[in-house]
Structures are given as structure tokens and as C-alpha cells.
């Protein structure tokens, strides 16, 4: 699929000095067929580090790109398929549930779910709309 092969040839950018786990994330947009892609860029300071997801999900909205269909992610594993951290899952749910994610092995493997299989019940735009409370039936 072109859509992983992208995420493939990103995750060459990658800096990752520290980790040496590089990752690379190609979305594509609704309205497009252009591929958008992102790499990890880490920081000596760990929590500053970018995600290939949200690198490659920013780039896109930068683009003006804010509906998407899918995104795939790719890494140097070979037993297992990359999964995107729940702050990427997060990210990825703010622009809908209901776009396909594509995880995939370093032979071109993947595996597919959507972003509400990876964060099922989740809180999104749609939610503060609603005036939902995020912290339950707390009175906060």
C-alpha cells in the first residue's frame, strides 16, 4: 500500500540520536491525494520529542488539511506492528474517529483498525460542544 511505503521512506528523517527507534507517518487528507508525512524528532529533554503521528498530522493541518482518511505508521520493527502511544491516539482523535490507521512491520505488513478502536470511549471536539463534562459526574 502507498500510504505505508510513505510512512516506510519517512522514518529515514527521523532523529532519534537518543532512542535510535525511528518511526515515520504518512496521513493522507479526505479531499487529497497527497500524502503528508512526519518523522519522530527527538530532544534531550525527553517530553519536548514530536511524534511521528502528530509531526506528520501537524504538517497536514499546516497545509490546511483538517478531514483525513487514514494514517500510516512505520518503524524498524519486524515481530510486531508499531502502535501509535495514547497521546498520538489522542491526537489523531481530535480530527475524528472514524479515519483508518495502518500499522505496519518493516516488511510492508500492517495491520488496520480505526482511531476508535484505539480510543474507544473517547473525548473529542464533539464532546465540548455538548458542554460533556470530562471528568464524569464530578460536580467540578
Not at 540520536?17 to 512526519?38: D, H, M
Not at 493541518?61 to 478531514?67: Q, T
Not at 518503524?75 to 497521546?87: K, Y
Amino acid at each position: 500500500m502507498a500510504l505505508v511505503q510513505k510512512a516506510q521512506k519517512a522514518k529515514e528523517q527521523a532523529y532519534c540520536p537518543y532512542s535510535k527507534f525511528r518511526v515515520g507517518a504518512a496521513v493522507l487528507a479526505i479531499y487529497s491525494t497527497v500524502f503528508l508525512t512526519g518523522c519522530n524528532v527527538e530532544n534531550t529533554s525527553y517530553p519536548l520529542g514530536l511524534c511521528a503521528e502528530m509531526t506528520a498530522i501537524s504538517k497536514a493541518v499546516s497545509e490546511g488539511y483538517i478531514s483525513f482518511k487514514a494514517i500510516a505508521i512505520a518503524s524498524d520493527l519486524e515481530d510486531c506492528f508499531i502502535s501509535p502511544c495514547g497521546a498520538c491516539r489522542q491526537f489523531m482523535r481530535e480530527f475524528g474517529s472514524q479515519w483508518d490507521v495502518y500499522m505496519s512491520k518493516s516488511d510492508g505488513s500492517y495491520k488496520l483498525m480505526t482511531v476508535e478502536e484505539l480510543l474507544p470511549c473517547s473525548f473529542g471536539p464533539d464532546d465540548l460542544r455538548k458542554g460533556k463534562n470530562p471528568v464524569g459526574n464530578s460536580k467540578l
